[in-house]
């Protein structure tokens, strides 16, 4: 009882202070990211708060499972290292004891990480991409500043509007510049709005007059004009009728087995495995030797975590390519982890058995 109590309390201890760390230190780097990307006009001012909250609950099932990894082998190794776990080997106590303690402060984390990665992953990837396409597909009207020129999305009209209107979408003294495959033109009006037709949207010019030039010919023709309607390029938005896997619900992935779709679902109980043999994984990795100056079991540690996530992906990669099918991947990567697993906590088990026994001989 005092065994499990006190092991629990500190692994809880460790995991918390190292999910702090690493939430800051990721979420400092998602905020300069999404600055960057608002800075550059990929997404909107407004919408960078909210933005980094989709991204950072993506993100959040790796850091989860990082932080519990990290907390595992910094634990058990100060025990290590304090010759802690000497006296409870010489107790009787063996390696395997400890994973049951050890699974009961990991469960409630491993079921986190499946809720995130089975429904909130798709969730905030399908609102993210949302907020892009929204802040994307806006009408070139709407970003027009008074004053300023504004170049369409395409690149084909410049916009330039000599007063706004309090109303949406309404201006006074506008200015298009539209360029053709063979001819250029220049359109004035006293006032302009927006007007929807079907999906696509139109720049309705009121009172003015369109002037065109013919650049094979070089023709000029001046034409005035009470109502002109200008398509601006822009639809009203829609969702996509064909959704990337990555935004589409767990339960969608089964109904329709792509490709794509089976390497979707790779990545996400990728995600679900890898947590749960990270834990086991951490309980052999964490024996040191105490009587070394430099111990560098973390460091060995941190490097098999990315090569099992890189791992993760590569069997995304070839699940969604079609080179492997999904249950072999997953039994590869993941079967192949958890009997390495529990062939190295059988391993350091019986390594602390016999380490005894070597020493009472030499004494002998």
Do not use: C
Not at 6 to 31: P, S
Not at 58 to 80: C, D, E, K, N, Q
């Amino acid at each position: 009882m005092l065994f499990d109590s006190t092991l629990r309390k500190e692994l809880a201890r460790g995991f918390g202070a190292t999910l702090v760390v690493i939430l800051t230190i990721v979420i400092t780097m998602m905020l300069i990211r999404v600055l960057g990307q608002a800075a550059n006009g990929a997404v909107a001012p407004t919408d960078v708060v909210l933005l980094m909250g989709y991204t950072a609950l993506s993100h959040l099932p790796t850091m989860l499972a990082l932080s519990l990894f990290v907390a595992i082998v910094v634990t058990l190794g100060r025990m290590y290292r304090d010759s802690e776990m000497a006296i409870w080997f010489a107790s009787g106590v063996s390696l395997t004891r400890f994973v049951t303690p050890v699974l009961r402060v990991s469960w409630p984390v491993l079921l986190v990480v499946a809720a995130l990665v089975l429904v909130v992953w798709p969730w905030g990837n399908r609102s993210s991409a949302e907020l892009r396409d929204r802040y994307e597909q806006r009408s070139d009207l709407s970003r027009v500043t008074p004053g300023v020129f504004q170049t369409s999305r395409d690149g084909r009209r410049v916009f330039f509007v000599d007063k706004g209107s309090d109303e949406a979408m309404n201006a006074r003294g506008v200015f298009v510049l539209a360029n053709g495959d063979h001819d250029e033109s220049l359109t004035s009006a006293r006032s302009a709005h927006m007007e929807a037709v079907g999906s696509d949207r139109f720049l309705v010019l009121d009172s003015g007059q369109r002037t065109q030039v013919d650049r094979r010919s070089g023709e000029r023709s001046l034409a005035s004009f009470e109502r002109y309607q200008v398509l601006t390029g822009e639809r009203q938005m829609q969702r996509a009728a064909n959704r990337t896997p990555k935004t589409m619900a767990t339960l969608d992935l089964l109904r329709d087995p792509g490709a794509r779709n089976q390497g979707e679902l790779v990545w996400r109980l990728g995600l679900l495995f890898g947590a749960i043999n990270l834990v086991l994984l951490a309980i052999g990795l964490a024996a040191i030797n105490p009587r070394r100056a430099n111990n560098w079991n973390l460091l060995f540690a941190l490097m098999g975590f990315v090569v099992y996530y890189n791992l993760i992906n590569l069997s995304q990669a070839w699940v969604a390519g079609g080179r492997v099918a999904l249950a072999p991947a997953m039994a590869a990567v993941h079967g192949g982890a958890l009997v390495l697993a529990l062939a190295l906590i059988w391993w350091r088990d019986h390594a602390a058995v016999r380490r005894p026994l070597r020493w009472r001989r030499a004494t002998a």
